[in-house]
């Protein structure tokens, strides 16, 4: 009985991801990184009262989930690229609004999230001399001298607002430019 119940669960579940992930708009893979990112959160208290291997471990986690965040941005442009590209699409500036928060924004701000992490795990590791650790030293000092993270948090708002902008603007221009 709870078998034929958990896989109607599972088929509603299939089905309503496939509703919300069509070939515009970047939802999956903004679940899988959120996970992954939640999941480096955890990870990461555990590090802070743990040895350098550990810190060393989690902040090599860290960079891998940046390189995936990374990859979701760049699905972004794809898609992006897909919409303009697409003459029958109805409202592309709702749609560009959409992606740019889910597929731009989000992003950047779980990859700023995870780089203060990776940060701060590089900073407290123990440093031994070697050409590793000049090198460890050297990211972490360009990190905190050039505000990194408050660079990224102003482009990530610049990004929300110019989306904000395009969803409103874009909507009256295309309900205008058609008639």
Same mark, same amino acid.
């Given at each position: 009985m709870t078998d034929t119940k958990s896989n109607t669960v599972k088929e509603q579940a299939n089905q309503f &991801?496939?509703?919300m992930s069509n070939d515009y708009l970047v939802i999956r893979n903004l679940l899988g990184l959120s996970c992954f990112a939640l999941a #480096?959160?955890?990870f990461l208290s555990y590090a802070f009262v743990r040895g350098d291997l550990v810190k060393t471990a989690v902040a090599l986690m860290g960079i891998v989930v940046m390189f995936l965040g990374s990859g979701l &941005?760049?699905?972004?442009i794809l898609k992006t690229v897909a919409l303009e590209n697409n003459p029958n699409v109805k409202r592309f500036s709702a749609? #560009?609004?959409?992606?740019?928060i889910l597929g731009l924004a989000v992003p950047l701000f779980i990859i700023n999230m995870i780089m203060w992490g990776v940060v701060q795990l590089f900073s407290q590791?123990?440093?031994?001399?070697?050409?590793?650790?000049?090198?460890?030293?050297?990211?972490?000092?360009?990190y905190y001298y050039n505000g990194i993270f408050f660079t990224v948090n102003e482009f990530i708002k610049l990004v929300v607002v110019t989306s904000f902008f395009v969803f409103v603007f874009g909507a009256l221009v295309e309900r205008y430019w058609k008639k």
């Open positions: &991801i496939n509703k #480096f959160g955890l &941005i760049l699905e972004f749609l #560009f609004s959409v992606n740019m590791i123990t440093n031994y001399g070697t050409a590793l650790c000049e090198i460890r030293q050297s990211f972490v000092r360009f």
